[in-house]
């Protein structure tokens, strides 16, 4: 069952320069998907695009079957639960001044989600992988690591059925790098994700599939990998060439 639909969307930030040129995509329900390419390639623009966060300037995006269109605000509301997203940088993403709990209860608050709070808070602290009592601490009291833990806890907190990763693990040392990455892969079982990254091992180790984006369009996608050990087109040989000593032995779980 396709949860998001991207078909035939163009944008650009002014009239003049085209950041995306026609990309079609389809994101099924418990897909686990590496958007990879270089920087300035469009990768946080189609995020943003996805998120409703921008328009496309033609083409049309889905979710759930239903067109994405932020001004239809009951839709919007209800799509901003279903799809959530964590960003790079664990240290400037998390208010220095609230406390993990009122981080983490914030999409409760702000999408108007009702229940029990605390317990919705420390059962998504418990799903990354924190203790339950961290809720009353504040973020400088973590590592970078758990901070991202935190970003993702806050991510999760209202049930979304797509989690959209942007570079989120890319400012991580390698060790903490791969446990969030085990992290997302647990977490996909129950959800669907859209991971961007400049990193083809993670995105190997993480993704089923991958989708490879040269200036804006969609150049190769496929089957994880298929597409790495037999790449087609000339770019993703190029960012395979970069890639020295890419490890394609590990299986996405
Ligand atoms: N708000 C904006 N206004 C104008 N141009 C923008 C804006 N945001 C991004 N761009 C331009 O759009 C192009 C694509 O940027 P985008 O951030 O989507 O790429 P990316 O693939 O995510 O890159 P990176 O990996 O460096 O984050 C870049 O040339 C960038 O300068």
Known sequence: MTLVRVQNVSFGYSADRRILDDVSLDIAVGDTIGLVGESGS????????????????SGTISFDGQKLDPSNRAFMRDFRRQAQVVYQDPYSSLDPRQTIFSIIAEPLRSLKIGGDHAKLVGD????????????????HQFSGGQRQRIAIARAIVPGPRLLLA??????????????????????SQDMSLLFVSHDIGVVAALCRRIVILEKGRIVEAGDTRQVLAQPQHPYTQRLLASVPRLSLTQEPS
């Not at 602290?125 to 009353?136: H, I």
């Open 166 to 187: 942007d570079e989120a693990v890319s400012a991580l040392d390698l060790t903490t790098r791969t446990r969030i990455v085990d992290l997302l892969s647990r977490l």
């Open 42 to 57: 469009g990768k946080t623009t189609l995020l943003r695009l996805l998120l409703g966060l921008a328009r496309p300037d």
């Open 124 to 139: 998504a602290l418990e799903a990354v992988g924190l203790d339950r009592d961290v809720a009353a601490r504040y973020p």
